[in-house]
């Protein structure tokens, strides 16, 4: 008897246990959403610094015991005699020699999906970099998009476009794709590299509209489709769509399409717009050809030859996330390691 009432009360306890952790749950996530959201913070890396330790890192395997001592003790002599020069520049008020002054090159990513949504930080990376930018310096951004909607490649090419209204020189490398919006962002730069395998161009508008009408229609659906203005809606869903607001449709898909043109020539005036304005895309030797890029390589390359002889800075904007999209994004990466296992 004993035994059946302590295990009741166990059962009892663990239900009662169990409501209030998912009403704390609920509340967690209600104060959450009260709260107003924090826009991140800019992270900054000095890649050039990196590289130089990784290397003396790897140097350092290849060398004897008694070489390592010297090679230390050389160093150290040379970071103090090179901090006294350093502290006599500063107490005599001396401005640092041009030869000592290394350019910058900052380095900024853009992964572009659909709706373009990389552009609210690379926005901000943008800003900070105009903020400091000095004459000699430069941009390199590493983009990969295959496109997506109109307005939101429009905007993050107007954010490259603030840099070459700085005069800021700026390259975009390519290793995979920069193809119809990608594109849009990338004819910006002062130079283009792509990778030989890299998929470039895409220069046309594309728009796919399902219609289920006659579907609806064979099960007795009425769809009313109601608007104020004769092309307020032009093809819909489930209503029918006429011959005339296709005609009207493919006109704005047109039009779309001849501002893209005119956007691409007038920032690669090189190109020969009709032959490339197709819609097809091409690998990276042949749109060297078509002077879609300016050069044949990789990011990685690009950075190997920058670290030697600028400083190379890396800018990253860093979102800072809600509770419920840390717990989203945790949940989903979960799935996704299932389903591969």
Known sequence: MWKEVLLNYGIFLLELLTVFGVLAFIVMLILEAK?????????????????????????????????????????????????KAEKKRLKAGEEKPEQEQKARLFLLSFEGDVHAHGV?????????????????????????????????????????KRLREREIPLTIAVDKVAASGGYMMACLANKIVAAPFAVIGSVGVVAE?????????????????????????????????????????????????????????????????????????????????????????????????????????EIKFKEKKKLAQRIGAQVELSLENLIGK
């Open 209 to 313: 509209v399902p219609n289920i009408h006659r579907l609806l229609k064979k099960h007795d659906i009425d769809v009313d489709v109601m608007t104020a203005g004769e092309y307020k809606r032009t093809v819909t869903l489930m209503g029918e769509n006429t011959e005339k607001g296709k005609q009207k449709f493919q006109q704005e898909l047109e039009a779309t399409h001849q501002l893209f043109k005119d956007f691409v020539k007038t920032n690669r005036p090189q190109l020969d717009i009709e032959k490339v304005a197709t819609g097809e895309h091409w690998y990276g030797q042949q749109a060297l050809d078509l002077h879609l890029i300016d050069e044949i390589s990789t990011s990685d390359d690009l950075l190997l030859a920058a670290v030697k002889e600028k400083e190379v800075i």
């Open 120 to 160: 609210e930080s690379l926005r901000k990376e943008i800003s900070a970099i105009l903020s400091i930018a000095k004459p000699q310096d430069e941009v390199l951004l590493k983009l990969e998009s295959p496109g997506g909607v109109v307005h939101g490649y429009g905007l993050a090419a107007s954010q490259l």
């Open 35 to 83: 709260k107003q959201p924090e826009e991140g913070s800019i992270s900054v890396v000095n890649l050039t610094e990196k590289f130089t330790e990784q290397q003396k890192a790897l140097e350092a395997c290849f060398l004897s015991e008694e070489e390592l001592k010297q090679q230390e003790k050389a160093e150290k002599k040379a970071e103090k005699e090179k901090a």
